[in-house]
Nanobody
Framework: QVQLVESGGGLVQAGGSLRLSCAAS????????TGWFRQAPGKERELVSG????????YAAESVKGRFTISRDNAKNTVYLQMNSLKPEDTAVYYC?????????????????WGQGTQVTVSS
């Protein structure tokens, strides 16, 4: 079993920055991957970014490329999502999720473990 704890959400003005953290504990393996998803009211959950733990290969959705950066601290078993130049349309609940097979996919049913979610609100 793997537990994920997210932190770092909050209220920020447009153009500001936030850093989200996703700390994993339990039976983790380097073959895993982490995806950051977000879900705004009335919208589907969408993949924002992802990282494969073993290779460090990353993915970013077009909507956040150049603004969001995903990274991983292996010693702390933590994945970060640095979000810069935030826009009001980035407002959503952000979730991290782990795929035991190490995939980065937008299919949220593929992920095995989920965090509780953290609210990010960007004011204009």
């Amino acid at each position: 079993q793997v537990q994920l704890v997210e932190s770092g959400g909050g209220l920020v003005q447009a153009g500001g920055s936030l850093r989200l953290s996703c700390a994993a504990s339990g039976r983790t393996f380097s073959s895993f991957s982490t995806g950051w998803f977000r879900q705004a009211p009335g919208k589907e959950r969408e993949l924002v970014s992802g990282i494969r733990w073993s290779s460090g290969i990353t993915y970013a959705a077009e909507s956040v490329k150049g603004r969001f950066t995903i990274s991983r601290d292996n010693a702390k078993n933590t994945v970060y999502l640095q979000m810069n130049s935030l826009k009001p349309e980035d407002t959503a609940v952000y979730y991290c999720a782990v795929d035991k097979l190490g995939r980065i996919t937008s299919n949220y049913y593929s992920y095995d473990y989920w965090g509780q979610g953290t609210q990010v609100t960007v004011s204009s």
